[in-house]
């Protein structure tokens, strides 16, 4: 049996047993990776752990460490009473801007983890306050990032854009993102109404209710809050009336500087924000208190398991072996739709970035002969691998399910995995109907 057919097999394995037994998938991934690479492809334990996103780790720790700090000292609660404000207490309009701000500022060159790394606390400290439903917050948030990263200046569209004019095929810039930008709406329009958008829109009308809804949530929010850190909450600024102090002020600094770091001067997401709560930690340590225990390990090692899994097929070529296997296929339709399966299946689970430069060269041969659309398979291997990136084994998925309430976490993880791979098989098979089957 060939090398790649068995660690894909075994992959597949990893999945079932997480799924049967009580056990993180991430250590079994782990598991998975050393058996596999030791018997067969011959790597040493060295050359295994070369491939554990060491990147992801630390943007995962710095993002929750920071804002489990922001949480402690009621930066959060601050913003989040701000955004109310900002809406005119409008709370069903606060997911659709959390979701524009994203697509903003990757549509102007941020990297999509970055956006997704500053807004998503915010977002989901928001969800938890005001009773509105984590996961379609979190999909907001993430499907934003994405859509924005497709214009001709964002992360996504230049990559796209530049590997398709360096293989001499016809491209449109601005139709790749005016449909990325469409999938991505339309799938935030789905989460939105699947998790209580009309509830959401209803309760808007009715402002005393809301402003009810406001009081007991805060005050629920402040319990879940203390309860952790008793010593904290006992003497600390988030018993007292909110307003912004010395605290929060540099607190909120610290976001300030992560925000222009990470976006103005392309600084390193999770070095930057944990630099920033380093320093508030040495400045205002009693809100450390109990910080370090809700950075979310059990995500990180189950992310971080998976990850170094897929780098482990990707180092020995077991995508490009699948992608050779596609361009064998005789028929071009069907061989378009097998690129644009595998672009969502590994992007869930890997780099976006790497796999949309990977997998558009593997597609030259048939596209050159004139049979698909270069323009609309280019669009439609794009969105299929980046719309996926709400699985919580991506980097924008798990920042999503580090920064949920402990309480939800489970629930985020369990509905992301659900959501992901659901358009693992559903973005392939539309983007293939809508946007190649029509133009051959």
């Given at each position: 049996?060939p090398?790649?057919?068995?660690?894909l097999?075994?992959?597949?394995?990893?999945f079932?047993?997480?799924?049967l037994?009580?056990i993180n998938?991430?250590?079994?991934a782990?598991?998975?990776?050393?058996?596999?690479g030791?018997s067969?492809?011959?790597?040493d334990a060295?050359a295994?752990?070369?491939g554990?996103?060491?990147?992801?780790?630390v943007?995962l720790v710095g993002?929750?460490?920071?804002?489990?700090l922001a949480?402690?000292?009621?930066t959060?609660d601050w913003?989040v009473?701000?955004?109310?404000r900002a809406v005119?207490?409008?709370v069903?309009?606060v997911?659709?801007?959390?979701?524009f701000?994203c697509?903003?500022v990757?549509?102007?060159?941020?990297?999509s983890?970055a956006?997704?790394?500053i807004?998503?606390p915010?977002?989901?400290g928001?969800a938890h306050?005001?009773?509105?439903?984590p996961?379609?917050?979190?999909m907001?948030?993430?499907?934003?990032?994405?859509?924005?990263?497709?214009?001709?200046?964002g992360?996504?569209?230049?990559i796209t854009?530049?590997v398709v004019?360096?293989?001499h095929?016809?491209?449109?810039?601005t139709f790749l993102?005016l449909?990325?930008?469409?999938?991505a709406?339309?799938?935030?329009l789905?989460?939105?109404?699947?998790f209580?958008?009309h509830?959401?829109?209803?309760?808007?009308?009715?402002e005393r209710?809301?402003r009810?809804?406001?009081?007991a949530?805060?005050?629920?929010?402040?319990?879940?809050?203390q309860?952790?850190v008793?010593?904290?909450?006992s003497?600390g600024?988030?018993?007292?009336?909110?307003r912004?102090n010395?605290?929060?002020?540099?607190t909120?600094v610290?976001l300030?500087?992560?925000?222009?770091?990470?976006?103005?001067f392309?600084?390193d997401?999770?070095f930057?924000?944990l630099?920033?709560?380093?320093?508030?930690t040495?400045?205002?340590?009693?809100?450390?208190?109990?910080?370090?225990?809700?950075i979310g390990?059990g995500t990180i090692l189950?992310?971080?398991?998976i990850v170094?899994?897929?780098?482990?097929?990707?180092?020995?070529?077991v995508?490009?072996w699948?992608?050779?296997?596609v361009?064998?296929v005789?028929?071009?339709?069907?061989a378009?739709?097998?690129?644009c399966?595998?672009g969502?299946?590994?992007?869930?689970f890997a780099s976006?970035?790497?796999i949309?430069?990977?997998?558009?060269?593997?597609?030259?041969p048939?596209?050159?002969?004139?049979?698909?659309?270069?323009?609309?398979l280019v669009?439609?291997l794009?969105?299929s691998?980046s719309?996926v990136?709400?699985s919580p084994?991506?980097?924008?998925g798990?920042?999503?399910?580090?920064?949920?309430d402990?309480?939800d976490?489970?629930?985020v993880?369990?509905r992301?995995?659900?959501?992901?791979?659901s358009?693992?098989?559903?973005?392939?098979?539309t983007?293939?109907?809508v946007?190649v089957?029509?133009?051959t």
């Amino acid at each position: 049996m060939p090398p790649e057919v068995i660690a894909l097999a075994v992959l597949a394995l990893v999945f079932l047993v997480a799924t049967l037994r009580s056990i993180n998938m991430g250590a079994l991934a782990l598991v998975a990776a050393f058996v596999v690479g030791l018997s067969v492809f011959g790597e040493d334990a060295d050359a295994i752990v070369a491939g554990f996103p060491g990147d992801l780790f630390v943007i995962l720790v710095g993002v929750t460490y920071l804002f489990a700090l922001a949480k402690n000292n009621g930066t959060v609660d601050w913003i989040v009473q701000g955004a109310v404000r900002a809406v005119r207490g409008r709370v069903a309009l606060v997911p659709w801007a959390m979701f524009f701000v994203c697509a903003a500022v990757t549509s102007i060159g941020a990297v999509s983890p970055a956006a997704v790394a500053i807004v998503a606390p915010v977002a989901t400290g928001f969800a938890h306050r005001y009773r509105i439903h984590p996961v379609m917050m979190g999909m907001m948030v993430v499907q934003g990032a994405t859509g924005g990263s497709f214009s001709p200046i964002g992360i996504f569209g230049s990559i796209t854009n530049g590997v398709v004019e360096a293989n001499h095929l016809d491209s449109s810039p601005t139709f790749l993102f005016l449909s990325a930008m469409a999938a991505a709406l339309l799938i935030a329009l789905a989460t939105y109404v699947a998790f209580g958008g009309h509830e959401l829109i209803r309760r808007g009308k009715d402002e005393r209710a809301l402003r009810g809804l406001g009081t007991a949530a805060t005050a629920a929010s402040r319990t879940a809050t203390q309860r952790p850190v008793p010593a904290a909450s006992s003497s600390g600024p988030a018993t007292d009336d909110g307003r912004l102090n010395a605290e929060r002020s540099t607190t909120l600094v610290g976001l300030v500087a992560l925000i222009v770091g990470a976006l103005a001067f392309d600084l390193d997401v999770g070095f930057t924000a944990l630099t920033v709560a380093v320093a508030l930690t040495l400045v205002f340590p009693p809100s450390a208190r109990g910080a370090v225990e809700k950075i979310g390990w059990g995500t990180i090692l189950l992310v971080g398991g998976i990850v170094t899994y897929v780098n482990l097929l990707q180092s020995h070529g077991v995508v490009t072996w699948l992608g050779d296997r596609v361009a064998e296929v005789g028929a071009p339709l069907l061989a378009a739709l097998l690129i644009c399966v595998i672009g969502a299946v590994v992007s869930a689970f890997a780099s976006t970035t790497g796999i949309i430069g990977a997998l558009i060269p593997l597609a030259v041969p048939f596209l050159l002969i004139d049979e698909v659309s270069a323009v609309g398979l280019v669009a439609a291997l794009a969105i299929s691998s980046s719309v996926v990136d709400c699985s919580p084994f991506s980097t924008n998925g798990a920042l999503i399910v580090a920064n949920a309430d402990e309480d939800d976490r489970e629930l985020v993880f369990t509905r992301l995995m659900r959501w992901g791979m659901s358009l693992v098989v559903l973005a392939p098979l539309t983007t293939w109907a809508v946007l190649v089957l029509p133009t051959t």
